[in-house]
């Protein structure tokens, strides 16, 4: 059966420091990636996703970048933060084409910045 | 591409006692419907999900919902909810490859 881990469960990180955040699938092959942010009372943000190793498609313009090194592994990072990339993050990945597939999601990651 | 808009931030509701949480999408065209639901501090949950044939898909756990093209929406039902339903609930569409969620509906399920 397919799993999806996401670490760190929580996360507290001054205003300037760098994140990295990482996302892994196992029990399927080409998966496509998605990272999204949950901010309060505003529903699932979608950041990035990715069809392929080394392919990344950004959503949103801001301070975060997204890597996909490996074939499940998926990565969120930020060189330095703002109070406003305080949430909770959350990836997820999904199979087939465009449309009717479902996405199957991690546990997420808390992360405050101060 | 789609976009998704449910119109109850919070939803309210007795034990035992039914429930509807509202969604509408914007466009009739390829659509591909998703509810998934999140309890606390955890990741999504796919709840159940329309693709095609019959409008009215049925999860494990009770829930139900409808597709209806006329009117564009696929609202959630249950005809007796429990304490252990209290949680947020999200509606979603396809956009692409990935998917537009609503803002979420918090159903909080009290005695």
């Known amino acids: 059966s397919q799993t999806i881990h996401q670490w760190p469960a929580t996360l507290v990180q001054p205003v300037g420091s760098p994140l990295s955040l990482e996302c892994t699938v196992e029990g399927t092959s080409n998966p496509n990636l998605y990272w999204y942010r949950q901010a309060a009372g505003r529903g699932l943000q979608l950041l990035f996703y990715?069809?392929?190793?080394?392919?990344i498609s950004s959503e949103v313009p801001q301070n975060l970048s997204a890597s996909r090194p490996q074939d499940r592994q998926f990565i969120l990072s930020s060189k330095k933060l703002l109070l406003s990339d305080s949430g909770f993050y959350l990836c997820?990945?999904?199979?087939?084409?465009?449309?009717?597939?479902?996405?199957?999601f991690g546990p997420g990651t808390r992360l405050t910045v101060l | 591409a789609q976009s998704v808009t449910q119109l109850d931030s919070q939803v309210p509701v007795f034990e035992e006692a039914p429930v509807e949480l509202r969604c509408n999408y914007s466009s009739s065209v390829s659509v591909y419907l998703f509810w998934y639901v999140q309890y606390p501090n955890q990741g999504l949950q796919l709840l159940l999900k329309?693709?095609?044939?019959?409008?009215l898909v049925e999860s494990i756990n009770g829930f139900e919902a409808e597709f209806n093209k006329s009117q564009t929406s696929f609202h959630l039902r249950k005809p007796s909810v429990h304490i252990s339903d209290t949680a947020e609930y999200f509606c979603a569409a396809n956009s692409g490859y990935a998917l537009n969620f609503g803002k979420g509906t918090s159903l909080l399920v009290t005695p």
């Open positions: 990715s069809v392929g190793i080394g392919q």
């Open positions: 997820a990945w999904g199979t087939g084409l465009a449309g009717g597939q479902e996405q199957f």
């Open positions: 329309y693709l095609s044939g019959s409008t």
